[in-house]
């Protein structure tokens, strides 16, 4: 029953790409080319007309049913003081139609014109797994850890729901439950707002050498021609980028960020479609063209590197300053 | 106590030691701040609302301000440790009997008795000393792995990562505790006199006479100087190889991998310096001052 998704069978689908690699342009390469990437392919997903949910989506649902938080219906959840409000998913829990704590997967619909054409895209969306997480990467108490394989996972039972990393997200991936977690045990009023919850990309099946539920439902019912595909993250990227130049299409996703686990072909352009989603009042999942903040700061980290040795190399100036004028007083004092 | 008589004063800090401490001071209070700003605080706390501070919920700005002031702050430790072990005279390093001379002074203060004599610095006032010290080596260590782990080759073990991080968040509490501490040190009366000497550098001679007597007598050369350990040139120059090379090996490990000749180039110098008996960075920290061969009393026992 595994239709999970080996190297082998990427290289075979490769086939060709092999062949015109040589004329590919030099674009960066995935910092860990064997982590487990996603190929979403957006020329050949209907999002599941035939169900009344996306495969993807319910086999995300089904698998993770026991992980969703479950907040105490006895007790009401506080406020996030002094902010009037607090993030409560549980009325929306049965939606399929967006990120929440109790869905980490969605299809997201949305027509685009191009090229005198209208498109109608069904995107899944979720964590797209970046090769150097930004949410990861500055989480103040480091619960995020990116497994082996390149999985991006939040522990829920050290996160504090701060949501951080969803401000820090370019896609504001992780969504909060509050009236969860570990904030629940400290000061639930004051400190804290609950647990943030998102994909992980299935780490525990990617430990087996199996693909993620997601991608196991769709090719189960597509095969060859799914929409999604997983394999090592480089041969994903190849992939992906030649579809785009065969399609005369486009991709996201391998540079973005820095490069990410999950890269998107699209007949379209990706500005087109971030446009088309900016008209909507209520969106809030965009596709933002948007550079590494980490690789903003890279000056400063490499100067924080040097610090160390430009404090000694100074260091043994002072000292050998002072030692010398030590010396010289003590020979005017004839060495006493 | 005549703190406020215009009488003659004494030095207590060289120019080195101001700049150090006002370094660690400013770039210390900017790290508290932008690294309490790299928690979601200022956006909940509407501590972005006041006048001029919308800028501290960015994320981006406190990351790249804590940046810099970590820097700053790495350095002037750096170069404080390496300063003193380097010249020698470390007085404010504790000794033994500190704890019980500490609980000493505190009861004289709280009885209004006369304290016992002092050196240069209060028992205390060395306790307190190490234990910033070693908060601070303590951040700055987390501080450098977790700079570390930011570039694309720095990928670490994960429960590296969140103790890591667990260390640096302590010792940040730890840190502020110190540093109220510290301001609440001048809440005692006696310790007042002292508040001028961290900007002139000078602090008042009736008040070290009166309360530093043991210090004030070395002054005079009416008490031996106790003897002072420095570096000679070839010292100065092993520890300027081994942070070079050490620079060299974290460059290579996370930014590139080119940055292993740093390490390369160190370790041939000191071959061929060894062979030959020649060391131009030898030579140059003796031109600098420090002694050109091991003298008899003075250097650590580095060989």
Redesign the interface.
């Known amino acids: 029953m595994a239709l999970s998704v080996t190297r082998r069978t990427v290289l075979k689908t490769l086939g060709v790409a092999a062949a015109s690699a040589g004329a590919a342009p030099a674009l960066a390469a995935p ?2 080319p064997d982590d487990v990437g996603v190929l979403v392919d957006l020329t050949r997903c209907d999002g599941c007309p035939d169900v009344p949910t996306p495969r993807c989506v319910s086999a995300c649902r089904a698998k993770n049913q026991a992980r969703y938080p479950e907040p105490d219906p006895g007790e009401p959840i506080q406020d ?1 003081w ?2 009037p409000k607090h993030e409560d998913w549980r009325p929306k829990r049965e939606s399929t139609a967006t990120l929440t704590p109790y869905n980490w997967t969605y299809v997201q619909k949305v027509s685009v014109e191009h090229g005198g054409q209208t498109h109608e895209l069904h995107i899944q969306r979720r964590c797209m797994h970046c ?2 997480a930004t949410c990861a ?2 989480c ?4 995020i ?3 082996p394989g390149g999985a991006v996972h939040i522990a829920p039972h050290l996160c504090v729901g ?3 990393c969803r ?2 997200c370019p896609w504001n991936i992780p969504q909060r439950q509050a009236g969860v977690g570990l904030y629940m045990e400290v000061m639930p009023k004051l400190a804290g707002g609950g647990v943030m919850f998102k994909c992980d990309l299935c780490f525990d099946r990617l430990a087996e050498g199996r693909a993620p539920d997601c991608v196991f439902a769709c090719r189960e019912r597509l095969g060859e021609n799914a929409p999604l595909l997983s394999g090592p993250r480089a041969e994903i990227v190849a992939l992906a980028r030649h579809r785009a130049r065969q399609l005369g299409g486009y991709t996201y996703g391998d540079v973005e960020n ?1 490069g990410t686990g999950t890269v998107y072909v699209s007949p379209v352009p990706f500005a087109a479609i971030e446009a088309a989603l900016r008209t909507r009042e209520k969106e809030r999942f965009f596709f933002p063209a948007n550079p590494n ?2 690789a ?2 890279h000056g ?28 010289n007083a003590n020979q005017t004092e004839g060495g006493a | 106590m005549s703190a406020k008589t215009k009488g003659p004063t004494v030095r207590r800090h060289d120019g080195w030691t101001l700049v150090e401490h006002w370094a660690v001071a400013l770039s210390g209070l900017v790290l508290l701040f932008s690294g309490f700003g790299q928690m979601p605080m200022y956006s909940r706390y509407m501590v972005d609302r006041l006048p001029g501070l919308a800028w501290a919920s960015d994320y981006a700005v406190t990351f790249q301000l804590h940046l810099w002031a970590g820097a700053v702050f790495t350095a002037a430790i750096a170069f404080h440790l390496v300063r003193n072990l380097a010249a020698g005279g470390w007085a404010i390093w504790p000794r033994r009997g500190d704890l019980g001379e500490s609980a000493r002074i505190l009861w004289a203060i709280l009885t209004r008795k006369a304290e016992p004599p002092s050196h240069k610095f209060l028992a205390e006032q060395r306790l307190a000393y190490l234990f910033i010290g070693a908060v601070s080596v303590a951040l700055v260590g987390s501080g450098l792995i977790k700079v570390a782990k930011n570039f694309p080759g720095g990928d670490l073990p994960y429960p590296v990562i969140l103790w890591t991080t667990l260390v640096h968040n302590v010792a940040t509490v730890f840190f502020l505790l110190g540093f109220f501490a510290h301001l609440g040190a001048f809440a005692v009366k006696a310790n007042r006199a002292l508040v001028p000497s961290i900007f002139t550098g000078r602090v008042d001679r009736a008040y070290a006479e009166h309360r530093h007597p043991l210090w004030t007598a070395e002054l005079d050369g009416t008490a031996p100087v106790p003897p002072t350990r420095s570096l000679t040139a070839r010292d100065a120059a092993l520890v300027l190889h081994g942070s070079l090379a050490a620079t060299g090996v974290l460059l290579g490990v996370v930014v590139s991998p080119a940055w292993f000749g740093l390490a390369a180039a160190v370790a041939v110098a000191q071959a061929v310096a060894g062979l030959t008996g020649r060391c131009p960075l030898e030579s140059l920290l003796g031109r600098l001052g420090f002694a050109p061969r091991q003298a008899p009393g003075s250097g650590l026992p580095l060989g």
Do not use: I
Not at chain 1, 140 to 143: D, G, M
Not at chain 1, 301 to 327: E, H, T
């Open positions: 910092s860990r996030y002094p902010q090769d150097l990467a500055t103040p108490f480091s619960v850890e990116t497994k701060g949501a951080k401000s820090v820095g903040p980490l903003e700061a400063a980290l490499k100067a924080a590197l040097w610090a160390p040795l430009v404090g000694v190399a100074g260091a043994l100036v002072a000292g050998a300053r002072a030692v010398g004028k030590r010396r």
